[in-house]
């Protein structure tokens, strides 16, 4: 196998995801929703735009951290998927939350279970559950 400089750039220099954005018609529901549903902390940014920032968890464990702002297009463009303990507890929290499902639990084999919601504002969003046995 011949490694090339430029194999050696991607697994030194990797772009990775550093920060998501979702868009909202009507923030505050959004807001209330990943509060409710997820736990994150979502606060005003102090800045010279309307714009919300959005912490998922503590600073040393694995994850980004985004931000919230008011829809400028009809279509969302990106779908963050979220890790979470129990598929079935977040299924259920997300429809008393006001959110809905769109794709069902399908397994990934050997890599866990997986559906795909709409948050209240209608963005599309995946939540994953690790699970080795998944089938």
């Known amino acids: 196998m011949n490694i090339t400089f430029y ?23 959004a807001i209330e929703f990943f509060e409710n549903v997820f736990g994150w902390k979502v606060e005003k940014w102090k800045g010279p735009i309307e714009y919300w920032l959005i912490t998922t968890g503590k600073e040393d464990e694995p994850g980004i951290d985004g931000g919230l702002s008011r829809r400028t297009e009809a279509a969302p463009s990106t779908v963050n998927t979220i890790d979470v303990p129990s598929l079935d507890e977040y299924t259920k929290k997300v429809q008393s939350n006001g959110g809905s499902i769109v794709r069902p639990k399908m397994a990934v084999p050997g890599v866990g279970w997986m559906a795909y919601f709409k948050d209240p504002e209608g963005n599309l969003f995946g939540l994953m559950e690790e699970d080795s046995s998944a089938k």
């Open 7 to 29: 194999d050696i750039y991607l697994v030194i220099c990797m772009p990775r995801v550093v920060h998501f954005e979702i868009e909202a018609e009507k923030p505050e529901r």
